[in-house]
């Protein structure tokens, strides 16, 4: 299996990686179908360009593949993310009832789910299976390479 | 100050009883412009309508006002809502740099500002003012209400 979540971390890494080209944190999320082994939906973060706060990679997939599914809940789906979850997304993720999440590098400012609340230790939410550190290496080389060039440039 | 409170959170049950038309949980939201004292944009829960666990009052005025007023943060507003917001739409709150939160009723279960994970105690967020309690007796009565019901036509 992890030959197989390394692919669809590979193609979370693009999202974030084509996501950066607009000045966007580089964050990439993919759901996948568990039943049909398939992508349902992807996407980088779109903050810049929508000038939006909570355009997270993570909510416009959970968004995109609720209206392509036309359903409420998204069930035996996993999520691929290249940086750990905030607490806005992690909520959105359990609220979806998605069955896992696999991220890549860990987020010790505003991550959620290893870092800062650790929501799924809150029994009031629904608890995806979690899977840490996917290409962590190359997840975490993404965010801080945009960092040290973002402080390079002011 | 109070007699405004209450009228802006009178407007955020009004949206809270018509989304209960629609089978929603009845939580309404409202943004206020706070230098022009005036609505910027306001909603009910949406999530059986939209098919989307994560369309709750606020994140659809957080959507909606970021659109209308072209800018990705909203500075210098507030938001009133019926029910104590979830840790997903408290930390959109946080991250669109609303000025203040009034809430209605508490939320034992899910509420994350003065329940479960109580988000601003976490200093990676920002925080938000918190003004809690505004019409209480009326906004808990529309949820209890609600689910009375619910249980009573199962």
Redesign the interface.
Known sequence: MQLEDNKWMEIAISEAISSQKYSEVPVGAVLVDLQFNKIISKSGNN??R?????AHAE?LV??SS??KL????LENTAIYVTLEP???????IS???ISRVYFGAYDE??G?IEN??R?FA?N??YKPEIYSGILEDKCSHLMKKFFSELRKNK
Chains 1, 2 share one sequence.
């Not at 929508?50 to 909570?54: E, G, L, R, T, V």
């Not at 905030?86 to 959105?92: D, K, R």
């Open positions: 903050v810049v929508k000038k939006s706060p909570i909510m959970i968004s609720v209206k036309n359903k409420r809940y905030c607490a806005m997304c992690a909520t959105a609220e979806a009832r400012k505003k959620a800062g609340i929501l809150n009031s939410y």
